[in-house]
């Protein structure tokens, strides 16, 4: 049985009268990464946001959504976000409290979603921050999210996330922000989650590399549908549609004088 099954997934904005995302299918099982590519525009947010409840109110989300043999509702959305299902938004900025600091914020999701309490919850708030190669993780304990990079306050969100283990992670462009190295690294520490844990991953993210890193499975998407789901190696060396062509010509195209420069710099500092 598949862990995650989705059945005619719909969002439909009735003051533009029109569907953002239609009829859209797929399953997932544990220990099987997803990822979900598409230009801009094309409802990748919003696939991702609707399978945990977090569209505006103003939407009217249809379909079925099954989670685990039980079908998911909005409430138990709300119940499972963080233990059972973690988000990693691309906002960072937004997701944590900016009267807060860092490690108060951490400690209190620990506690209420692990029983974790004092210096237990300290101890596993840096094991997190240092498992996204965050430095000086005491000191960053204490600071508030205005006095952190965009960059480090995704890795925060994806520590959290690792350390919660939960049963399906959604990530929606978690390595955005993040430079190769750090990218490389969470991508690392998402496929051991996987693998350790049984995880089931949905990654939102226009970054091809990252997606030919991890993805099991792809979901190709444009204007608010689905064009092909397939293996992702068979949508990568031999994609159906032209659309899907397109978008990897163009993507790949993009990415090769940074991947050019890439080289350039490891020569440099190799004849060095």
């Keep these: ?68 043999g039980e079908k998911l509702t909005s409430q138990m959305a709300q119940q499972w976000r963080g233990k059972r299902i973690g988000y990693i938004s691309q906002d960072a900025m937004n997701a944590f409290n900016p009267i807060e600091t860092i490690g108060h914020q951490m400690m209190e999701t620990f506690q209420q979603h692990l029983g ?34 965009g960059g480090m306050l995704q890795r925060v969100m994806i520590a959290i996330t690792i350390m919660l283990s939960p049963d399906v992670i959604i990530a929606d462009e978690p390595t955005a922000s993040l430079d190769a190295y750090n990218r490389r690294e969470v991508i690392t520490q998402l496929q051991r989650l996987k693998e350790e844990t049984g995880a089931a991953l949905i990654i939102i993210s226009h970054d091809l590399g990252v997606v030919q890193a ?44 940074i991947e050019a420069l890439r080289k350039q710099k490891r020569v440099r500092a190799f004849s060095c």
């Design 116 to 149: 974790l309490r004092g210096k237990e919850g300290k101890a596993h708030a840096i094991t997190g921050l240092e498992r996204v190669h965050l430095k000086n993780p005491h000191q960053l304990m204490k600071r508030y999210p205005h006095e952190l990079s």
């Design 214 to 257: 991890i993805a099991d499975e792809l979901v190709v998407m444009h204007q608010g549908e689905m064009l092909e789901h397939h293996i992702a190696e068979k949508i990568f060396t031999s994609p159906e549609h032209p659309q899907t062509k397109h978008l990897l010509e163009t993507r790949l195209r993009l990415s090769a004088p």
């Design 1 to 68: 049985m598949p862990f995650i099954d989705v059945k005619n997934l719909s969002v439909h904005d009735p003051i533009q009268q029109k569907n953002l995302v239609a009829n859209i299918t797929f399953s997932l099982y544990k220990q099987r990464c997803l990822a979900v590519i598409g230009e801009s525009g094309s409802g990748k947010s919003t696939v991702a946001k609707a399978l945990i409840g977090l569209t505006s109110p103003s939407l009217e989300v249809k379909g079925a959504i099954v989670f685990d």
